[in-house]
């Protein structure tokens, strides 16, 4: 990446941005002598509106991935709300095999996260490679509709996880290399507002399609289901490949001054810049991940998350569970998920705002606790009702979850793309251990509901514990210690960026650099 920049000649630099800079009427600040100024040295109201203009791109870009991961989420859970209408009885399915339908998924999910940003993070166009693989998921996905027998499910559920692997560590890859920490856990939450979103949107298409297409052309409607939203996905991955961002040096839309203010944005909140060594090695980002201690511990406190937040896949179900018809129940299943987009909004604000985040993780925890806890308490319908809304806030800690990701494994980015896939893709035992946790059906699912209560009361110590590490850290640094090590091109690339006389110099950017708990 850096080898790219250095590579563009001054003159061809100019050359560009004098063009986009006639065709926008824009300015750029020059010295008495008529030279362009380094953004470093760029007045600072002039940096600012700079800054506000690539905001506003970068978030219109990456707004798409909201829409994306609605499609990911929908195209993977929509077995849950076909269910509801005969998908178990036409395949003669009993409830393992529903559940092994359920997992099977996460197996080729598993498999694939970390090959697959250690790619993304090593090509120059991801936009285009998150494109083919959503368009490639999306085919996969109206393949479900085509299946006869449980064999052919398993295959069908079990490659489109190995494809849809690429997209969520992606996007939060690409996220992390454009914003900084200040500004991260928002647009994670906003960007998981699409998961969310997702859960409330899917019973609203699933009670339209399930109830008006039962027959047409002589098929089930469950098969529509599957039909019509595997083709929107791939409609709509036609377009991410020229909507997407790509990297702060080189994607397109933006004007050159615009970019060298996103790579020094990054280089300011830690004081590096976001690049990998030329000389790192394909996998030398997998073996500094693995040697650090904080991903095993990352890795099995948000697997006990992943299952404690289990019940979504089987939310309809649980909804079912109050007692009403089949249309009631999906629509009913809506309203709890549009709270919880909006508790993990102003939650994922707010940690941004405070740049805290143990509490703004372990307080969402303990709300879908006791939203547990009453579901197993009272067969009260209201109250079971209101339990719902308080175990779907629960995501709202979910969300700052993946940002604190990002924020402890800053520099190198080979070592931060392996830490979001590895955490991310080990996390996913929990959902295939949650597929058959909701099996335990007797009395409302109580068993059940004990089982999650107790993985995110692990959730809580496990982040405690994480807190800890990252205090004695900042106390190390503190004293003088190094939060990595920068490699010499690196601080090179630093010090040019930031027109220093010397990596030395640039080197010493890092000494403000504090985890955040």
Known sequence: MADEITQAGPAQRDAAKQDI????????????????????????????????????????RCSLFVLIYILNYLDRNNIAAARLKGLQTDLNLDDTQYSTCLSILYVGYILMQVP????????????????????????????????YNFTGIVLVRFFLGFVEAAFLPGALLIQSKWYTRRELTTRNAILFCGNIISNAFSALVAAGVLSNMQGVMGWAAWRWLFWIEGAVTMAVAITAGFVLPDLPHNSRGFTAEELEVAQLRMIEDVGEADNDSANAGVFDGLIMAVKDVKIYLMML??????????????????TGTLGFGYVPTLLMSSPPWVFSCLVSLFNAWHADRTQEKFWHIVGPVIGGMVGFIISMATDNIAARYVALFLQASSYAGFIVFYSWISSSFPRPPAKRAVAIALINAFSQLGNVAGSYVWNLKDNGYRQSYGIVTAMFGVTIAGCWAFRAILNNLNRKLEAGERAWETQPDVATHTADMEHLDSPDEALRLQKGYRYLV
Not at 119 to 128: D, K, T, V, W
Request: glycine fraction near 4%; proline fraction near 6%.
């Open 21 to 60: 800079e006639t065709l926008e009427h824009s300015t750029t600040p020059v010295n008495n002598h008529g030279q362009t100024l380094p953004v470093s040295a760029m007045d600072p109201e002039h940096r600012a509106r700079v800054e506000k203009s690539l905001l506003r791109k970068l978030d219109a």
């Open 116 to 147: 697959s940003n250690m790619f993304i993070n090593r090509i120059q166009r991801p936009s285009l490679y998150i494109s083919c693989a959503m368009l490639l998921w999306g085919l996969i996905s109206t393949l479900t509709g085509n299946t």
């Open 301 to 318: 406190t948000f697997t006990a998350y992943v299952v404690g937040l289990s019940f979504n896949a089987f939310f309809p179900t649980l």
